[in-house]
């Protein structure tokens, strides 16, 4: 008879044979292995101030009323319709500088305090993720790198002078995944439509001084969506023609702040009375292309000093570029394909205008989570309409291979499609 005890095996004779002997003692060592492991996985999780999934707790929501009155998917309108569930994490210096433990619980408001620091400085960021129900399977539901979203969501944080940016991203995905399989009658089927996840981290810090919060809140809803635009995958009209401006070196357009998107309202609904879809953003002197609405841009044109066909974004270097998941998924695959030019380079207004007027402008879509691709067919520049074909052949297959991978139609790079 084998007893265990803590960190010891007692062996029950001094008649066990060398056959019980040889086996408490790999016990003895799986035990000292586990006890190791455990201690290391602590001593892991303070110091990235963890957000621990096997702390999660779930309470379900008992009333089907919200379900029950959800509009059809074809009715859906982006960002309305909240589903069941939430999930909060709360930190709080007093505690240490730890994160508390991860809640799944019912769908409610949030009760704040007026003085709380982000409803007067700003002080949230918020990220964009899909959950998407596989066309291959309908039993696999799928996260679509959500590892970039975690790296981005540390690095808005961070700007924000907010702690607790140190967790664990892989902590965080697990507790979302949680939530997303709990929600799962939520996620409509079919190509367009996917459960959309926003993880949002706001300062509770009751405090109306400014200084770096004390207390926060991470929580994320989510929400069934169709397509982002009513036209579905149909080219948009741009104006370039505003005298705002977006974002600037050393300023936060790297980051996912809602500083960075509450003042393009007003530009975004002038150019919507002129009969414009987006903003087109320019920054300085030489008009140089920096984002679309709030989408990354993407330009393919033959370019003019190598003869060339290049696929042209804005470079991340300036710190003016949201690091959208899309755009990297969309660089990662023109790449891959190694068929033409593919350049993170400042491109300007002046360049696409003559690039067009030579007839070597051959297509430009925006892309990002809401959106996914979306081709553009005209932009206004100085009072004139620069006509763009749309949809181009390249835009096309863009569309084609990302949602292929986020519906599971077919495989992706390593680690792209993440099964909750």
Known sequence: MTLLTTGSVRLASKTTSNTTRKYSAQLLQKSLQQQQQQKQKHLFHNHKRCISYSALTIEKTTDETRFQNKPPKEEL?????????????????????????????????????????????????FEGMKAYRSLSNKDDLLLFRPDLNMARMKNSMERLSMPGNDFDSSELISCISELVKLDERWIPEGEGYSLYLRPVVIS????????????????????????????????????????????????TGDCKVGGNYGPTMKAAAEAGERGYSQVLWLFGEEDSITEVGSMNVFFYLQNKETGRNELVTAPLSRGDILPGVTRASILDLARSWGEFDVSERTATMPEIQQAAEEGRLIEAFGAGTAAVVTPIECIQYKGEDIEIKATGELTQRVWDELTAIQYGKMDGPEGWSVKV
């Open 204 to 251: 509770t810090h009751p405090f109306i001084g400014l200084a770096a919060p004390e207390n926060l809140l991470l929580y994320v809803v989510t929400c069934p969506v169709g397509p982002y635009y009513k036209s579905g995958f149909s080219p948009i009209r741009l104006t370039a023609d505003s005298k705002d401006v977006r974002a600037w070196p050393g300023g």
């Open 77 to 125: 309108q982006f960002g309305i319709t909240l589903s069941d569930h939430m999930l909060t994490v709360e930190w709080h210096r007093e505690n240490g500088g730890n994160w508390e433990d991860p809640k799944i619980v019912p769908t409610q408001d949030l009760r704040l305090s007026p003085a709380a620091s982000a409803l007067h400085y700003g002080l949230e960021c």
